[in-house]
């Protein structure tokens, strides 16, 4: 059983800083990391993918990936009130269709 | 336009019951999933099925049983349901990315499921 580990928060920072969240997981062998948005009462939203070592940017949102230290890690550049949500990392299992999550990042961006 | 739908949207029920959710996609994947979100958020797969066919089971109790009748649609029974059931249940689907590998999922808007 795969672990993904997140800081269950909640993160504060204020309007227009970078927010930073991070994951940790257990298994050396996954090669496919996501970032989902859940905002209270909603369904997951993916944010962003990541496969290779480095980092990948998307408008705002800059993924992270160390596979030798088992991280992977979100920057949400300028954030705004409504980034406020919460934040899940997800692991997929190589070529198995099956995804562990982490328990999530709470996000609160004060205005 | 729902890309996943799921219903019902809540469902209260006493304890013993049995009770089923429906979810059907019109994304054309090939892969569905059902997962459970506890209230600490912690969102665990519980069934994944690809063009029908059961491909994860994950040490569910076999009070619960998916079934697909089709590629667009995964429903969850689940028979005399227990306090600890209680949670919400979302349903997803998801496609292979592309050269990079890995699957994108979609998630359906979930069941909130209470049992008293």
């Known amino acids: 059983q795969k672990e993904v580990e997140q800081n269950s928060g909640p993160l504060s920072v204020p309007e227009g800083a970078i927010a930073s969240l991070n994951c940790t997981y257990s298994?050396?062998?996954?090669?496919?990391f996501f970032w989902y948005r859940q905002y209270s009462g909603k369904s997951p939203e993916l944010i962003m993918s990541?496969?290779?070592?480095g980092d990948k940017e998307d408008g705002r949102f800059t993924a992270q990936l160390n596979k030798a230290s088992q991280y992977v890690s979100l920057l949400i550049r300028d954030s705004q009130p409504s980034d406020s949500a919460t934040y899940l990392c997800?692991?997929?299992?190589?070529?198995?269709?099956?995804?562990?999550f982490g328990s999530g990042t709470k996000l609160n961006v004060k205005p | 336009d729902t890309a996943v739908s799921q219903t019902p949207k809540y469902l209260v029920t006493q304890m013993g019951n049995d009770k089923s959710i429906k979810c059907e996609q019109n994304?054309?994947?090939?892969?569905m999933y059902w997962y459970k979100q506890d209230s600490k958020k912690f969102l665990k797969i519980m069934f994944s099925?690809?063009?029908?066919?059961?491909?994860i089971n994950e040490t569910v109790p076999n009070r619960f049983s998916p079934k697909s009748p089709d590629k667009a649609h995964l429903n969850l029974h689940i028979n005399s349901l227990e306090l600890g059931d209680s949670a919400v249940y979302f349903c997803?689907?998801?496609?292979?990315?592309?050269?990079?590998?890995?699957?994108?999922?979609?998630f359906g808007p979930g069941t909130r499921l209470t049992v008293l």
């Open positions: 298994d050396r062998v996954s090669q496919s």
């Open positions: 099925y690809n063009n029908k066919e059961l491909i």
């Open positions: 997803a689907s998801s496609v292979p990315t592309g050269t990079e590998g890995g699957d994108t999922q979609y």
């Open positions: 997800a692991v997929e299992e190589d070529n198995f269709n099956k995804f562990y």
């Open positions: 994304l054309g994947h090939d892969t």
């Open positions: 990541i496969y290779s070592n």
